[in-house]
Nanobody, 122 residues
Framework: QLQASGGGLVQAGGSLRLSCSAS????????MGWFRRAPGKEREFVAA????????FYGESVKGRFTISRDNAKDTLYLQMNSLKREDTAVYYC?????????????????WGQGTQVTVSS
């Protein structure tokens, strides 16, 4: 139901854009978000966006560097990542919320993608 792509290996300071394709049945009218999990660490909230795209939230560590967006006509969620740092290395997961609002709470998400690996080298 969710397919994330766009991960890869990039040098520090570089950029990547992640995409997450969702089925219309599961993403329509729902908020969506990105989370990540680095080796040996707990899952971390990255960014979230409301159904209509007007409301967004960002984790403190990515504010000013990452931008979340969505194209509801294409049922696709995006995460533009700029000025990448080594500490951004993680598996990134997209998720669909139960409601239409943007939310930072992982428990508020009902569907999760399989994850895409982002590796930032120095």
């Amino acid at each position: 139901q969710l397919q994330a792509s766009g991960g890869g290996l990039v040098q520090a300071g570089g950029s990547l854009r992640l995409s997450c394709s969702a089925s219309r049945r599961t993403s329509s009218n729902n908020g969506m978000g990105w989370f990540r999990r680095a080796p040996g660490k707990e899952r971390e909230f990255v960014a979230a966006i409301a159904w209509r795209g007007g409301g967004t939230f960002y984790g403190e560590s990515v504010k000013g560097r990452f931008t979340i967006s969505r194209d509801n006509a294409k049922d696709t969620l995006y995460l533009q990542m700029n000025s990448l740092k080594r500490e951004d290395t993680a598996v990134y997961y997209c998720a669909i919320a139960r409601g239409s609002a943007a939310t930072t709470n992982a428990e508020s998400y009902q569907y999760w993608g399989q994850g895409t690996q982002v590796t930032v080298s120095s």
